[in-house]
């Protein structure tokens, strides 16, 4: 598909075009293919030509291309190019409208991560002034020979906007949100004055007021406070408690001040808001670096694991990879409790673009009965339901007939009144399924019952959660929104409100 285009300031007749064939599954991302290509149109969109190594671009399957035409110089275009053969990327430049082309930067820093940024901006008065944004923000004044970092309030960028009447008057887009410069990128507004986080998880604690808990994508973790005595929540009144970006933040339910957090590869703290103190209380100390073969470590920690106190025992703690483990001792130590609770299918552990930070065959799902102790409730991200009924010393296979083989578990939530009661909610969109998956069991799992009457057929689903003291009174959360159920998932009814169409993942 379509994934950038550039229409030529002087000429918008004139357009550049690029395309990216890519792949995204559960174990895997594939960025280059015989879709990747850059295309240029003289009639306004009516006809186009490819342009090919011929005209100087790689050779070879090609990525993902980011294209602009400079207003400052007809003519003059710049494409960041992805190519199948790592060497043979990089920034390209034009001086005759895409008819011929010259690589005129290989540097690797402007190309982090090709699949993921690939964004070029060329500034509107100088025709040698041009940017790049990737996980740094980068600036040539040589039309794209040499490049030079420039602070920015945040990392990872994505978008950027230069006032045609005044360069120094610029907006950025990043994982921070949005800051606007009007110095040419010297100074930059603040960061902390819009509510831009994208959330992972929530929790509670006990207090009253209650704190809500969430991990940040690329930010820090939060305890925020439910209400404030001010105006409003600012940010003084909320403070980070540990762990990162990706994982699960859980306070300790006899003990509020602290909590346990965790983050990829397996990173998980303790901390203690009266003393600040944060000790790392790993699993198992070698979670992996990027970049190294799943296979040969000992743990595959997925990108978000869960972290569970026992409803029953506030001293017991269990956080999962591709085992479940338990703590007594708030994570001075551990026991593992489960055999591997996936396929374990090493074919699909080690694409080389996606072993990173992320792990695949992993338990993404945990629960345990509130109202029967020792009931645990294990989902995998490859498509596998487990139970045990005695605190983890026998597990079984207990995966709903329906459910694809390889959905991935998203959440489990034990029944508050049925000791053998579950809810399920998975999900399948990574390999072209956009149906939602929810089902019910009342018997451990031996039956289930699919439960998704009343929600439309492509959206899909990320959560449930059962109210703790309404029987049947169902929530489930899917790709746009939330739903309500009040017959325990007989019927499903929008709950959308003044709320966004947004993935709501708890």
């Given amino acids: 598909g379509a994934v950038d285009v550039s229409l030529d300031p002087n000429n918008p007749r004139v357009i550049f075009a690029a395309t990216w064939e890519v792949l995204r ?25 490819e342009l090919t190594s011929a005209n100087g671009l790689p050779k070879g399957l090609l990525g993902r ?45 402007v190309r982090e991560r090709d699949y993921y940024y690939q964004h070029i901006f060329a500034d509107p008065q100088d025709a040698d002034t041009m940017w790049v944004l990737a996980g740094g923000c980068f600036k040539s004044i040589d039309g794209g020979k040499t490049f030079a970092g420039v602070p920015t309030p945040h990392a990872d960028h994505h978008d950027l906007w230069i006032d045609p009447k005044d360069p120094n008057r610029m907006i950025i887009g990043d994982d921070g949100g949005g800051q606007v410069t009007l110095n040419g990128a010297i100074t930059w507004s603040s960061l902390l004055n819009q ?11 006990t207090r009253v007021p209650y704190r809500v808990y969430g991990a940040q994508q690329d930010n820090s973790t939060l305890a925020v406070p439910s209400r404030s005595r001010e105006s409003a929540i600012g940010i003084g009144e909320c403070y980070p408690v540990g762990g ?16 346990v957090a965790a983050s990829y590869l397996g990173a998980l703290t303790r901390y203690d808001h009266r003393t600040g103190q944060s000790r790392n209380i790993e699993v198992w100390p070698e979670a992996g670096s990027w970049g190294v073969q799943v296979d040969t470590v000992k743990y595959r920690w997925p990108w978000t694991f869960p972290i569970l106190f026992s409803p029953h025992d506030s001293n017991v703690l269990y956080v999962c990879a591709q085992h479940v483990f338990r703590s007594t001792d708030e994570g001075g130590s551990w026991a593992e409790i489960s055999p591997d609770l996936t396929r ?85 969109y990574r390999l072209d399924d956009r149906r939602p998956y929810l089902f019910r069991t009342r018997d451990y799992g031996k039956t289930w019952t699919a439960i998704t009457r009343g929600i439309p057929a492509d959206d899909f689903t990320r959560t449930v959660r059962a109210d703790p003291v309404a029987r049947g009174l169902l929530f489930a959360g899917t790709e746009t929104g939330i739903y309500a159920s009040f017959d325990d998932g007989a019927q499903w009814h929008r709950l959308q409100g003044n709320l966004p169409v947004v993935p709501v993942h708890d």
């Avoid at 599954?25 to 006809?47: I, Q």
């Avoid at 003519?75 to 895409?98: K, M, P, Q, T, W």
């Fill in 65 to 109: 291309i980011g294209v602009v035409v400079s207003p400052a110089r007809s003519g003059r275009v710049y494409a960041i190019v992805e190519a199948a053969a790592l060497d043979d990327g990089g920034i390209f430049r034009s001086d005759d409208n895409g008819d011929s082309w010259q690589r005129v930067s290989t540097d690797r820093g």
């Fill in 344 to 428: 374990n299918d090493t074919s699909k552990m080690n694409d080389a673009r996606w072993t990173e930070r992320e792990r695949y065959a992993t338990v993404f799902a945990l629960a345990e009965s509130p109202v029967a102790k020792g009931v645990l409730w294990a989902g995998s991200d490859d498509g596998l339901v487990h139970v045990s009924r005695d605190g983890g010393k026998k597990w079984t296979q207990v995966t709903p007939p329906r459910l694809p083989k390889l959905a991935m578990i998203s959440i489990i939530e034990a029944s508050p009144f049925a000791p053998g009661g579950a809810y399920v909610a998975a999900h399948n």
């Fill in 195 to 205: 509510p831009t986080a994208e959330m992972y998880h929530v929790a509670v604690d």
């Fill in 25 to 49: 599954t559960p174990w895997m991302v594939s960025s280059v293919g015989p879709g990747g290509a850059l295309y240029r149109s003289t009639d306004g969109g009516d006809s186009w030509t």
């Fill in 244 to 259: 990162g970006e990706s994982g699960y933040v859980v306070p300790h339910p006899a003990n509020p001040d602290v909590t």
